[in-house]
C-alpha cells in the first residue's frame, strides 16, 4: 500500500548518525565557534556549551585572569577536567578553546565521545574578528597579529584532524551553521 501522501516522511526515517554525540566545534579563536554554536544548538534543539564559560564559571576567575594567575599549564589542565565532564551530558552542541584540540588525551576523547568540527576561517578574517575582543590572553601582546598567525600554521595540522572541516566566512553565520549541518548529514563513525 502506498504512504499516505499527508503523512511527514520525516517521523519514519532514521535518526541522523550524529544523534547520539556531542557536536564539538574546533578551531582558532575568532572562527566563530561561540556564536555559531549557540544558533547551532537552537537549530538541532540542543543545549548549548561555552568551555572557556565553563571553565571560568568552574573557576570563579575569567580566562585571562586563570592565564595571568595561573598560568596556560593549568588553564589546560581545567580545561581538560571541565572538557571530561561536558562530554559526560546528553549529546549537546560544544564550542571549545581555541587550545583545547591541542592536547592529545583531550582530542582523543573528543574523537570518542563527539563529531568534531574544524570552524576553519582564513587569517585575515580570524584577524578581523579577535581585534573586536580584548579578552584574548594569548593576543595581549604588542605583536599580536604575528602570534595569530604563528598559531595558525602551529594549530592547522591538528585542527585538520577533526571529522568534518566547514569554512567560516565572512557574511551571516547561519550561512555558516547551514554548512555545519550540510557536512554532519555525510558523517559516519568510524
Not at 564559560?53 to 576567575?61: N, S, T, V
Request: net charge positive; no cysteine; proline share 5%.
Amino acid at each position: 500500500m502506498p504512504a499516505d501522501s499527508d503523512s511527514p516522511a520525516h517521523l519514519s526515517d532514521p535518526a541522523p548518525a550524529y544523534a547520539s554525540r556531542t557536536i564539538a566545534l574546533v578551531g582558532l579563536m575568532g572562527a566563530g565557534k561561540s556564536t555559531v554554536g549557540r544558533r547551532l544548538a537552537e537549530k538541532l534543539g540542543r543545549q548549548f556549551y561555552d568551555s572557556d564559560h565553563e571553565i571560568e564559571k568552574a573557576a570563579g576567575l575569567s580566562v585571562a585572569d586563570i592565564f595571568a594567575t595561573h598560568g596556560e599549564a593549568d588553564f589546560r589542565r581545567g580545561e581538560q577536567k571541565v572538557l571530561e565532564r561536558l562530554l559526560g551530558e546528553a549529546p549537546h552542541v560544544l564550542a571549545t578553546g581555541g587550545g583545547a584540540y591541542m592536547n592529545d588525551e583531550t582530542r582523543a576523547l573528543l574523537r570518542e565521545k563527539a563529531v568534531t568540527i574544524w570552524l576553519n576561517a582564513d587569517l585575515e578574517t580570524l584577524w578581523r574578528r579577535v581585534q573586536k575582543k580584548n579578552t584574548r590572553p594569548l593576543l595581549k601582546r604588542a605583536d599580536a597579529k604575528t602570534v595569530l598567525q604563528d598559531l595558525f600554521i602551529e594549530r592547522e595540522p591538528i585542527y585538520a584532524q577533526a571529522d568534518l572541516v566547514v569554512h567560516s566566512k565572512e557574511g551571516p553565520h547561519g550561512a555558516t551553521v547551514n554548512a555545519i549541518l550540510k557536512a554532519l548529514k555525510t558523517w559516519k563513525p568510524a
